[in-house]
């Protein structure tokens, strides 16, 4: 590919011998930025080169990208000010929001569906303590993710009962139904909002499968990302919303395992699945006003900002 000169939005400081520091402001020359680094960008900086994050930098000779921007906007005296987190949709975030759908998917399946490999991931699982959070990220997802598959699947599962019962069309619905509305919320997330991929976890029963290579990259997104922020409330309240649409669909088949000569299986097996959804909601609810509530020294009016942004 032709090389080209670029404008750095946001500083990066290199992880390894591989990568490159950068700050705002700097103008780099863009050596390779093709899909195959994975939303990588190799750079040079004077007699020094090294990959930076693709989406930390700009083409100067790109006039329709937003430019870079400087300042502590919550000085400014309006009654609704943007805050620096709107300098970070502008630069990262604006051309997920504004993707087509079918980009987006293609996007989320690329990004969620392959494992991990190359330069992303390696400077975290090199370091002692980045593996053991990334690897802890993983196993809770997983276990997130099977839980989820549970409650979806309990319907429809043989948890106690005879060889003589069969699964009635009651329960059949209540899984097809519960997993209908699940697959179209998640494609809504992914039409309607930025980062794509972290709307795409909560895909029914393929959610599993994502637990399995995304792990590392959620850890990346939500813990050293310039746009943490905004990637844990997004990725919190996507798993809240999708954990709401799964506690009536549970009520429904608790109700049919009570009814005589309409389901199947012990009580137990729904109730602990309610409950767990109830308890998953809060801890979802939990975590991302937790997260405002510690990340809101760099962001003071965040929420506002989400609201006017539509985000």
């Given at each position: ?28 020359t ?58 970070i ?42 593996r ?9 997802g ?58 795409f ?14 792990g ?6 939500l ?9 844990g ?12 649409v799964?506690?009536?669909f ?12 309409n ?25 991302s ?23």
């Amino acid at each position: 590919m032709t090389s080209y000169q670029a404008q750095v939005l946001h500083e990066y400081t290199a992880q390894d011998d591989n990568q490159l520091t950068v700050q705002p402001g700097e103008i780099v020359t863009i050596l390779d930025d093709s899909e195959t680094l994975h939303g990588w960008a190799l750079a040079q900086k004077g007699d020094h080169d090294g990959y930076v994050p693709a989406s930390y930098v700009r083409s100067i000779e790109n006039n329709n990208a937003p430019a870079y921007i400087h300042g502590n906007y919550n000085e400014m005296t309006e009654d609704w000010q943007p805050s620096g987190f709107q300098s970070i949709y502008e630069t990262v975030l604006s051309a997920e929001h504004h993707s087509s759908f079918f980009s987006k998917l293609r996007q989320s399946v690329r990004d969620v569906l392959i494992p991990c490999h190359g330069h992303r991931s390696n400077y975290i699982m090199q370091s002692r303590d980045t593996r053991r959070s990334a690897i802890l990220t993983l196993i809770f997802g997983f276990i997130l993710c099977a839980f989820d598959a549970l409650s979806i699947l309990a319907p429809i599962l043989p948890f106690g009962s005879d060889e003589e019962e069969k699964t009635s069309t009651g329960q059949i619905l209540v899984f097809l139904t519960n997993f209908l509305c699940r697959m179209i919320l998640t494609f809504v997330f992914i039409a309607k909002y930025p980062r794509p991929s972290l709307n795409f976890t909560t895909f029914p029963l393929l959610n599993v499968v994502a637990s399995l290579t995304f792990g590392v990259r959620i850890y990346e997104s939500l813990e050293l990302g310039d746009n943490s922020e905004y990637d844990g409330y997004r990725y919190y309240r996507s798993w809240m919303w999708s954990v709401i649409v799964n506690v009536p669909f549970q009520i429904i088949a608790l109700v049919l395992v009570i009814m005589p000569h309409n389901g199947r299986g012990p009580i137990v097996v729904p109730i602990l699945v309610l409950v767990g959804n109830l308890l998953n909601c809060c801890r979802c609810s939990l975590a991302s006003w937790a997260r405002k509530e510690t990340g809101n020294e760099y962001h003071a009016d965040f929420e506002q900002t989400i609201k006017q942004l539509k985000l």
